[in-house]
């Protein structure tokens, strides 16, 4: 029972494994639109005067690549900068980490099943989106949370 508005729908797609490129994009649409749409609700993530480390290190990698231009007078990109954005690699990934597993408690809290959560994640079963939740919970668990 597929009409061709399902084949359009990124949020309700006929293969998953079709649709997972066109869901990304329009999920940042949908998130911009609802969340994003002004200047306010996007710096309401950030810190006024300070970078995150997600930001610096998205930063750095903008502006060696050129997708981001560098102002007048900024200083060239270089090898110090590089290696203070590559040192931050690791805090980005553990804040991800901590991101998804609470993103992942939260959708459950609110009623979602492991398979729309495997749906989402871009996972093949119920199974794989629940080990990948238990594995993130064991890894950003903090000594407290072991005792």
Do not use: C, K
């Amino acid at each position: 029972m597929s009409s061709t508005a399902d084949h359009t729908d990124p949020f309700n797609p006929p293969r998953p494994e079709e649709a997972r490129a066109q869901r990304v994009h329009a999920s940042l649409f949908r998130i911009a639109g609802r969340h994003a749409a002004t200047d306010g609700q996007r710096r309401r993530q950030t810190h006024p005067s300070v970078v995150a480390p997600h930001e610096a290190v998205r930063l750095v990698t903008f502006l060696l690549s050129g997708a981001a231009l560098l102002d007048e007078g900024e200083p060239e990109v270089d090898r110090a900068d590089i290696t203070a954005a590559l040192s931050l690699v690791p805090l980005v990934r553990a804040e991800l980490d901590e991101l998804e597993a609470s993103l992942l408690q939260m959708a459950r809290g609110r009623g979602m099943t492991w398979p729309e959560i495997a749906f989402g994640l871009g996972l093949g079963t119920p199974q794989a989106a629940r080990q990948r939740y238990e594995r993130l919970a064991d890894r950003t668990a903090t000594d407290d949370e072991h005792a």
